[in-house]
């Protein structure tokens, strides 16, 4: 691994997360005291202010694209796939695993996880695996490959590591740290004052109860509040929080699509909770997407008030998208052939009511693309809802097209 490359190996890097979590300094000292608010990102603003908005291919994408204020990738996808560092590689119980990273061109390297079956060549239909949000940023994709993440897979994936699984049902399977998580985190070695308030807070809580934190647990506390402060920099640089999480994602969409034994073709997208909100922009966004799945993350936005607005990160509350329509509207303008959305009945995060109403707008679209299913359970992706996903993407990604192939440069 080169220098100053990041860990992505699944072991949580804990450089620039000291137990102190920095010192907070008076708000009376002089300007030069301060500490940076976007730790790791300075090189943020210059990247979004040279860069035009990104170029979708009709204009309800357009539309989108302009809310969240998405900068462009990369427009030659080569520029990134270039970058493509393999780090590690392995294959066990029949799935190659590769460890990958590249460069967006600001903030750290993105660090991510290529996974297929073993000794097949393709090609073969393409998945991004899109990690939820959960509150921990500290890692990011590791949640869905790694099994030292087996805490978390066990409480929202059913007890899978769910990329290793998904390749295993035939896919080749990218799942890549996004703006924010994991390799993508900010550095709050020294965080900016109202972070750091908030987290001295949590650690005089953690100390009354006897609790020693985790370096993992102190960054995970600091990025929760610190989420507000990068929403707030989004803004004032002309995009979004989820923009700039679109922006990730779009170009490791990019870098999917040009990897070896990857039908350009077929290929989908997949996520849970936060995951599956990024799923309905990408769709949105990109025409690349051919079917994706939403799992636990669709209801109206009339439902969230008063009472779920908290519930919910700035992934989902981009101050004026919903200009643009309800919630899923926005997933039924993607051009994808098939969409399929998963709802949790008992979902602690959204109401029934919400979500009904929610199925009943895209049930109504007329297109014939939308297919709905609803489980018994709260907010987790379980085996059953994961088997249904997969069977729902092998039947609209298989066989490839022809037209379509050809139109991607496969033969």
Request: hydrophobic share 40%; charged share 20%.
């Amino acid at each position: 691994m080169n220098p100053g490359t990041p860990d992505i190996t699944g072991t949580q890097d804990t450089a620039g997360i000291p137990d102190s979590l920095g010192t907070l300094d008076s708000p009376g000292a002089g300007p030069e005291r301060r500490p940076s608010t976007i730790g790791g990102y300075e090189d943020w603003p210059s990247y979004v202010g040279t860069r035009r908005r990104h170029i979708a291919e009709t204009s309800a994408g357009q539309e989108l694209a302009d809310a969240l204020g998405v900068p462009a990738a990369p427009a030659d996808p080569a520029a990134v796939r270039d970058s493509v560092v393999l780090e590690s590689e392995e294959t066990h119980d029949g799935v190659t695993t590769s460890r990958v990273s590249w460069q967006l061109g600001f903030g750290p390297r993105t660090g991510a996880w290529f996974v297929r079956p073993a000794g097949r060549t393709g090609p073969l239909p393409g998945v991004l695996a899109l990690h939820c949000h959960a509150g921990i940023k500290s890692g990011g994709a590791d949640r869905l490959v790694d099994p030292r993440a087996a805490d978390l897979q066990q409480r929202l994936y059913g007890g899978r590591p769910f990329a290793i699984w998904l390749a295993a049902q035939g896919f080749a399977v990218l799942a890549h740290d996004t703006f924010s998580w994991g390799s993508r985190r900010f550095d709050l070695g020294t965080p900016p004052w109202r972070t750091a308030a908030v987290v001295e807070g949590r650690k005089a809580l953690w100390r009354e109860a006897g609790v020693v934190p985790s370096a993992a647990e102190l960054y995970d506390a600091a990025a929760a509040a610190h989420e507000d402060t990068v929403a707030k920099a989004s803004g004032l640089l002309g995009t979004s929080f989820a923009g700039m999480v679109a922006h990730d994602d779009l170009a490791a969409l990019k870098v999917l699509a040009g990897l070896p034994g990857v039908d350009a073709g077929r290929l989908g997208s997949i996520g849970f909770s936060g995951g599956g909100g990024r799923s309905v922009m990408l769709a949105a966004l990109s025409p690349l997407i051919r079917s994706f799945v939403v799992t636990c993350m669709m209801t109206t936005y009339r439902s969230l008030v008063p009472a779920y607005l908290d519930a919910h990160s700035w992934l989902l509350q981009t101050p004026g998208l919903s200009r643009l329509g309800d919630f899923p509207e926005l997933a039924a303008r993607s051009t994808a052939d098939r969409f399929l959305v998963q709802y949790a009945l008992a979902d602690e995060l959204f109401p029934e009511d919400g979500m009904r109403d929610a199925d009943a707008i895209l049930g109504a679209s007329g297109t014939g693309r939308y297919t709905g299913s609803f489980w018994p359970g709260g907010h987790a992706f379980t085996t059953d809802m994961q088997d249904e996903a997969a069977a729902f993407l092998q039947q609209h990604l298989s066989p490839a097209p022809l037209a379509s192939a050809r139109q991607n440069g496969q033969s």
